[in-house]
């Protein structure tokens, strides 16, 4: 797809120091703390500078972490000196990189990232991705979550490094952790998102597995079925 068809991000205000930026249908999220900003995924990327953008809306000096490293999620990360990511995700990121200049910074789980006054957990959350990481400030009781849940828009589980069973696993794990969080900040679809999305999600991935779900034909062309359980569902191949 050449990049002129991507819509500028636009920078919509959460609270005094939070903001999703939504770049068609992918969203990132920009936290603001005493000491940096956190910038939580890159978007589909374009001729635009993201971080430009940013600079209107903090002097603070911005860390960027990729939640996974699929391409709507990693767009403007030449835009930035570093990005950080599990180790399972740099495959997917490198080449980007290294045209852009970036340097990859590993994280793991159970590491913190502290932004003055702010916490985030670092969660590895495989399924989507192999490295697929959350994000979860447990005093603010905010998860964010990239694309293991989300509503009005199907998550991707087919092709290539998709783990159906890792998946559920790491639902299963997040459903246990869900009186944590009041709060799901997702990177796609309807924002924000109530902990009980996790068990719709959960209900929705075994009701596919059984084929009680009907496979429905794509809105756009993928080698896959799309599979919906009411507003959450799935792309899979059976
Ligand atoms: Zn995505």
Request: charged fraction near 25%.
């Amino acid at each position: 797809m050449p990049e002129m068809m991507f819509p500028s991000p636009e920078a919509i205000k959460i609270n005094e120091n939070e903001y999703r930026i939504e770049q068609g249908f992918v969203r990132c999220y920009l936290f603001i703390g005493e000491e940096k900003a956190l910038l939580v995924d890159a978007a589909f990327g374009g001729e635009d500078n993201l971080k430009d953008l940013i600079a209107t809306l903090t002097d603070k000096p911005v860390q960027l972490v990729l939640t996974h490293g699929d391409p709507d999620h990693i767009g403007y990360m030449g835009n930035f000196d570093k990005a950080y990511l599990l180790e399972e995700e740099i495959p997917a990121c490198q080449e980007m990189a290294a045209k852009a200049g970036t340097e990859l910074c590993v994280l793991k789980e159970g590491d913190h990232i502290n932004i003055g006054g702010r916490f985030f957990e670092v969660l590895h959350v495989p399924g989507h991705t192999p490295g697929s990481l959350a994000l979860f400030d447990r005093l603010n009781r905010i998860i964010v979550t990239g694309d293991l849940v989300s509503k009005m828009m199907p998550v991707f589980l087919f092709g290539e490094g998709r783990d159906y069973d890792a998946y559920l696993r790491t639902l299963q794990k997040l459903s246990m952790m869900k009186v944590s969080f009041d709060q799901i900040y997702p990177s796609h679809g309807e924002f924000p998102l109530t902990p009980d999305y996790i068990d719709k999600q959960i209900a929705a991935a075994e009701k596919m597995r059984a084929g009680e779900l009907p496979a429905l034909d794509p809105p756009m062309p993928l080698p896959a079925k799309m599979y919906m359980d009411g507003d959450v569902g799935f792309y899979f191949c059976m």
